[in-house]
């Protein structure tokens, strides 16, 4: 695949990865069989939360110095249905390790949230013990569809994420279970938080009938009022990890 046509801040990161996954091995080796476990925890009567171990990133530099075991344990405590954790070093101060820690510290599912520009890394985030792997439509353009394929013959759910109605279109072509609508623009880092819920009505429109949810640039329980009876799930990262008491924090947002 060619990433060097990626514009902006996200053209950076992903030239990154692909340095770093250059010489990996692309061989999955034999199915696993795939628990479901990250799906299943997001679809319930009211919003889900995706919290995030999110230590820095390209917008706000670095955010909090969090031990990801603890923070997991933290959000889990205050509520959260699913963790995500970013393992990408350079611009996220994420690690594979810390993925490793996560999961063995709570019993949510756990999200790989990198920039999967390689085979090696879905068999990785399956090693790892993570439920889920984020691709990006941005990123992965209409191969996104083969990845999908790889992480299901790895066992691992897939959060598909789109940030407008042209990778929208593309990520329901491809078979996509779970669908994220990122708020925030990775080329330019700018929010909006009207994309989320213009999505998810088109999704719907279109007949999709797996999971939706919503991420990036959430602060308070207020915030998420748009996209409370449409999203089945939110994805919140750094005003939870900024906050200073995690578990507090995560019960606030999720307070109706
Ligand atoms: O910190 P926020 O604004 O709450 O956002 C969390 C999450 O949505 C964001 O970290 C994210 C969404 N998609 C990504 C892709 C790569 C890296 C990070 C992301």
């Known amino acids: 695949m060619d990433f060097s046509k990626v514009p902006g801040v996200l053209g950076r990161i992903v030239a990154g990865r692909v340095q770093d996954y250059r010489d990996a091995d692309p061989d999955l080796g034999a199915p696993r069989a795939g628990e479901r476990r990250f799906e299943a925890a997001l679809r319930g009567p009211s919003l889900s939360l995706i919290a995030e171990v999110k ?27 699913a963790i995500s954790c ?22 949510l599912p756990v999200l790989r949230k990198d920039f999967v520009v390689h085979p090696a890394m879905l068999r990785e985030a399956a090693d790892y013990g993570a439920s889920a792997a984020l691709l990006m439509v941005s990123v992965l353009g209409e191969a996104v569809g083969e990845y999908l394929e ?26 996509a279970r ?38 990036s640039g959430y602060r308070t329980a207020a915030d998420l009022g748009p996209v409370r009876d449409l999203a089945d799930a939110v994805l919140v990262g750094s005003s939870l990890a900024r906050s200073g008491d995690l578990a507090r924090a995560t019960r606030e947002l999720l307070a109706p």
């Open 86 to 107: 970013l393992t990408e070093p350079r611009h996220f101060d994420g690690h594979l390790g810390a993925l490793r820690e996560v999961v063995g510290a709570v019993a």
């Open 178 to 215: 779970i669908l994220g609508v990122n708020n925030r623009d990775l080329t330019t880092l700018n929010i909006d938080l009207a994309v989320s819920p213009r999505l998810i009505r088109r999704a719907r429109g279109a007949g999709f009938g797996g999971v939706l949810v919503a991420e």
């Open 150 to 175: 790889m992480a299901h013959h790895l066992g691992l759910d897939a959060l598909v994420e789109v940030h407008d109605e042209r990778e929208l279109d593309i990520a329901l072509g491809s078979g």
């Open 55 to 81: 230590r820095a990133s390209p917008s706000e530099g670095a955010i909090a110095p969090l031990d990801p075991a603890t923070a997991a344990r933290a959000y889990e405590q205050g509520g959260a249905s």
